[in-house]
């Protein structure tokens, strides 16, 4: 049996019969005025963290959600998109298929603004998704990917970049983690599953990223999620798991590299009214501007010792130098 295999027998199992304790999401679920959630799309909310972010559902946007879990995002995203199918949701596994199609009738006895046709649910997998190029302005994903090994990522990854419009945006919630662990680890297919073992370091989350075409990255959180300790997994060192969202979107690619804002921001605090690099940023006087790392990189190579650079937060909500 392959490693997706063993997954789809975890989220059938997950499908069936809920399990709270299958992930457990690291940040509050959304509540918008006069949203409902149905407690059964509570307790089969399979994910890390939230890819429902109200700054990027403006202008009724067709959206794409990938592993639809119990359909609570599949639900808030529909709140900002209420027209026939503009919302489609994709799972591989039948039975959570199912299990949605039933929460969203629940969904319409609670919410009066809410028709179980603003979702199409559809059969297919992330590495061949059943929708056409260039289509989607907002697509996501709540802690899928990390299931996948690299060449699979890969796929993914394209499948995504292919189904969007230009500029459109890939929001995702992934485990991360920055130590290394060991093949016994690495290759239990359950931990995999369950988004833990699959975890890789940030720096090549957002390769992968760079490397499908995306042009500009944002890191909007960074959460603890996980610990794999000694007492309990194969491992001789407690292994430490963070989650992440991200922002993908499909910009072109600039010439020097792609734009990867993790949260820092620039100070000019000179004796000018502002500071200007003739590159396109200018730093109004003792007014913080975000700017993305490569930005961060360039402005510190000049040696100004009137401009302060912050470390990265990753945390990352707009009105960046790019």
Request: proline fraction near 5%; hydrophobic fraction near 35%.
């Given at each position: 049996?392959?490693?997706?295999?063993?997954?789809?027998?975890?989220?059938?199992?997950?499908?069936?019969?809920?399990?709270?304790?299958?992930?457990c999401t690291t940040n509050p679920i959304?509540?918008?005025?006069?949203?409902?959630?149905?407690?059964?799309?509570?307790?089969?909310?399979?994910?890390?963290?939230?890819?429902?972010?109200?700054?990027?559902?403006?202008?009724?946007?067709?959206?794409?959600?990938?592993?639809?879990?119990?359909?609570?995002?599949?639900?808030?995203?529909?709140?900002?998109?209420?027209?026939?199918?503009?919302?489609?949701?994709?799972?591989?596994?039948?039975?959570?298929?199912?299990?949605?199609?039933?929460?969203?009738?629940?969904?319409?006895?609670?919410?009066?603004?809410?028709?179980?046709?603003?979702?199409?649910?559809?059969?297919?997998?992330?590495?061949?998704?059943?929708?056409?190029d260039g289509c989607i302005d907002v697509?996501?994903?709540?802690?899928?990917?990390?299931?996948?090994?690299?060449?699979?990522?890969?796929?993914?990854?394209?499948?995504?970049?292919?189904?969007?419009?230009?500029?459109?945006?890939?929001?995702?919630?992934?485990?991360?983690?920055?130590?290394?662990?060991n093949d016994t680890l690495r290759n239990?297919?359950?931990?995999?599953?369950?988004?833990?073992?699959?975890?890789?370091?940030?720096?090549?989350?957002?390769?992968?990223?760079?490397?499908?075409?995306?042009?500009?990255?944002?890191?909007?959180?960074?959460?603890?999620?996980?610990?794999?300790?000694?007492?309990?997994?194969?491992?001789?060192?407690?292994?430490?798991?963070?989650?992440?969202?991200?922002?993908?979107?499909?910009?072109?690619?600039?010439?020097?590299?792609?734009?990867?804002?993790?949260?820092?921001?620039?100070?000019?605090?000179?004796?000018?009214?502002?500071?200007?690099?003739?590159?396109?940023?200018?730093?109004?006087?003792?007014?913080?501007?975000?700017?993305?790392?490569?930005?961060?990189?360039?402005?510190?190579?000049?040696?100004?010792?009137?401009?302060?650079?912050?470390?990265?937060?990753?945390?990352?909500?707009?009105?960046?130098?790019?």
């Amino acid at each position: 049996m392959s490693y997706l295999e063993t997954t789809k027998d975890v989220y059938r199992d997950a499908a069936l019969t809920p399990d709270v304790g299958l992930c457990c999401t690291t940040n509050p679920i959304w509540q918008f005025p006069g949203l409902e959630i149905p407690s059964i799309m509570k307790e089969m909310n399979y994910g890390c963290g939230s890819t429902v972010h109200p700054s990027d559902l403006t202008n009724n946007p067709k959206i794409l959600y990938v592993g639809v879990g119990g359909g609570m995002e599949l639900l808030q995203f529909a709140y900002f998109s209420r027209e026939k199918e503009n919302v489609i949701g994709v799972d591989v596994v039948e039975e959570m298929l199912d299990a949605s199609r039933k929460n969203f009738q629940e969904a319409e006895k609670l919410n009066s603004w809410f028709k179980a046709e603003y979702v199409e649910l559809k059969k297919g997998d992330a590495l061949h998704l059943p929708v056409e190029d260039g289509c989607i302005d907002v697509a996501a994903q709540n802690c899928l990917f990390n299931i996948f090994k690299k060449d699979d990522l890969k796929r993914a990854l394209e499948e995504m970049y292919r189904v969007l419009k230009p500029h459109g945006r890939l929001v995702m919630s992934d485990p991360i983690c920055e130590q290394k662990m060991n093949d016994t680890l690495r290759n239990d297919e359950r931990l995999r599953a369950l988004c833990l073992s699959g975890s890789i370091p940030m720096k090549e989350y957002i390769k992968m990223l760079t490397d499908v075409g995306f042009g500009t990255i944002e890191i909007r959180a960074k959460h603890p999620y996980r610990v794999l300790d000694t007492n309990h997994y194969e491992t001789e060192e407690n292994i430490f798991i963070e989650s992440i969202e991200v922002c993908a979107i499909k910009d072109p690619m600039p010439k020097d590299g792609p734009c990867v804002f993790t949260g820092k921001s620039a100070i000019y605090f000179g004796s000018e009214e502002y500071f200007d690099d003739k590159k396109g940023h200018v730093l109004m006087n003792n007014q913080p501007l975000s700017i993305c790392d490569k930005t961060a990189m360039a402005i510190a190579s000049l040696g100004q010792k009137d401009i302060y650079i912050s470390e990265s937060t990753f945390h990352y909500n707009g009105g960046g130098c790019c």
